[in-house]
Nanobody, 131 residues
Framework: QLQLVQSGGGLVQPGGSLRLSCVAS???????????VGWVRQAPGKEREGVSC????????YYSDSVKGRFTISTDVAKSTVYLQMNSLKPEDTAVYYC?????????????????????WGQGTQVTVSS
């Protein structure tokens, strides 16, 4: 059973930066060799949004238009860890961020048509952007 444990997040002023981390454990070898991983966020009163997803095995990457150019997803396969570097944060980035993983769904689908259907989820991390 794959487990995703998140860290990072918190309160930051507009224009600031935060980094989220997610460690995948409970799998023989590096989970990132077998699973697509990504970040999904949920803000109150808003639809769930696929922020960024990545396949460490082939480098396929997706970013939502709302974060493109500001957020960067990356992986450390040896540590089975996925990161989300968030720069130039805006109040509209305020949400609970979830790390997700799936062994079948494509990167594109994980963050768009199948957002919310990923097989594995982290515990969620609050990110609040406010002055």
């Amino acid at each position: 059973q794959l487990q995703l444990v998140q860290s990072g997040g918190g309160l930051v002023q507009p224009g600031g930066s935060l980094r989220l981390s997610c460690v995948a454990s409970g799998f023989s070898g590096s989970a990132l060799d077998y699973f697509q991983v990504g970040w999904v966020r949920q803000a109150p009163g808003k639809e769930r949004e696929g922020v960024s997803c990545i396949s460490a095995s082939d480098g396929d990457t997706y970013y939502s238009d709302s974060v493109k150019g500001r957020f960067t997803i990356s992986t450390d396969v040896a540590k089975s860890t996925v990161y989300l570097q968030m720069n130039s944060l805006k109040p509209e980035d305020t949400a609970v961020y979830y790390c997700v993983a799936d062994g079948i769904t494509t990167v594109q689908a994980m963050c768009t048509s199948a957002v919310g259907n990923s097989e594995y989820w982290g515990q969620g991390t609050q990110v609040t952007v406010s002055s």
